[in-house]
């Protein structure tokens, strides 16, 4: 089964609330993964909030995205 990302909303700070196609839903503070040429422009926190879910992942119009397994091992699961 490929794992996909279903949902995301804004928390607070770097944190989103993801819900999987597993089934398993939370959040993950991807403030420690905002580094670099492509993730670093997500720093600015207007930048960061423009995520949306797009071909099964969490995507930003700057063309950064993180793979749905890489969220999943970093989500803390609330369902």
């Known amino acids: 089964m ?7 909303r804004y928390v607070r700070d770097y ?11 939370g959040e993950v503070d991807l403030s420690a993964e905002l ?8 720093r600015d926190i207007e930048q960061f909030k423009r995520f949306l879910v797009a071909y099964h992942t969490l995507t930003w119009p700057n ?4 793979a749905p397994e ?10």
């Open 35 to 42: 580094d670099g040429p492509i993730f670093g422009p997500l």
């Open 15 to 25: 944190v989103v609330w993801l819900k999987f196609s597993d089934g398993a839903a």
């Open 70 to 79: 890489f969220l999943r091992e970093r989500v803390a699961v609330t369902v």
């Open 2 to 8: 490929f794992l996909h990302v279903l949902e995301a």
């Open 63 to 66: 063309g950064a995205d993180f």
